[in-house]
């Protein structure tokens, strides 16, 4: 079993900055890509970013130059400092990997629990 626990959630002000955390525990091989989606009210999950186990990064247009991810490989951890921040960020936010839980077995995506994000004055 894999468990992915996310953190860092909150209430800020626009403008405000918010850093997220999920680390990921249980059976863990390896892990491939690490990332983050957000789902606000009455929305489809969408993704945020991601990067690979070697650190190579994507985000998606609305968040570009705002918010930054990275990863610590030792301590299975996935990180989003989220700066500047807009009403439009408030969301749902869910950390996502692709963890091979043995040499031979498939890679397979596991879920974070999903951490509030509040921007509001």
């Known amino acids: 079993q894999v468990q992915l626990v996310g953190s860092g959630g909150g209430l800020v002000q626009p403008g405000g900055s918010l850093r997220l955390s999920c680390a990921a525990s249980g059976s863990i091989f390896s892990i491939r890509d690490m990332g983050w989606y957000r789902q606000a009210p009455g929305k489809s999950r969408e993704w945020v970013t991601s990067i690979t186990a070697d650190g190579n990064t994507n985000y998606a247009d609305s968040v570009k130059g705002r918010f930054t991810i990275s990863r610590d490989n030792a301590k299975n951890t996935v990180y989003l400092q989220m700066n500047t921040l807009k009403p439009e960020d408030s969301a749902v936010y869910y950390c996502?990997?692709?963890?091979?839980?043995?040499?031979?077995?498939?890679?397979?995506?596991?879920w974070g629990q999903g951490t509030q994000v509040t921007v509001s004055s």
């Open positions: 996502n990997a692709d963890v091979r839980t043995s040499a031979w077995g498939p890679t397979r995506g596991y």
